[in-house]
């Protein structure tokens, strides 16, 4: 299981810090990331980290998000900064293994950033 929290209502400029815990069946050397829907939107991803610690960005939040994780807490954060109305969305958290089963979601943490 994935249990995101930090999401809620921020001004445009602002920051948040998002957290997802996994637990129950945890591969360490899982990918985490985040990912997020905007509503009328399909979900895209934000950020990834390997369990070795090599990130991935989307354009659009370089230099403005950072992924980080904890592997002795299996928790994996995501910095925000300067955020924009376009980056309210629901975000979700995400553990897998490229080309494996190993796929699961947390429930969604709400990010609303006014202008």
């Known amino acids: 299981q994935l249990q995101a929290s930090g999401g809620g209502l921020v001004q445009a400029g602002g920051s948040l810090r998002l957290s997802c815990a996994a637990s129950?069946?945890?591969?360490?050397?899982?990918?985490m990331g985040w990912y997020r829907q905007a509503p009328g939107e399909q979900r895209e991803l934000v950020a990834t980290?390997?369990?070795?610690?090599?990130?991935r960005y989307a354009d659009s939040v370089e230099d403005r998000f950072t992924i980080s994780r904890d592997n002795r807490r299996n928790t994996v954060y995501l910095q925000m900064e300067s955020l924009k109305p376009e980056d309210t969305a629901v975000y979700y958290c995400?553990?897998?293994?490229?080309?494996?089963?190993?796929?699961?979601w947390g429930q969604g943490t709400l990010v609303t950033v006014s202008s």
């Open positions: 980290i390997t369990s070795g610690g090599t990130t």
């Open positions: 129950g069946r945890i591969i360490t050397r899982n990918v």
């Open positions: 995400r553990a897998y293994l490229p080309g494996d089963t190993y796929n699961y």
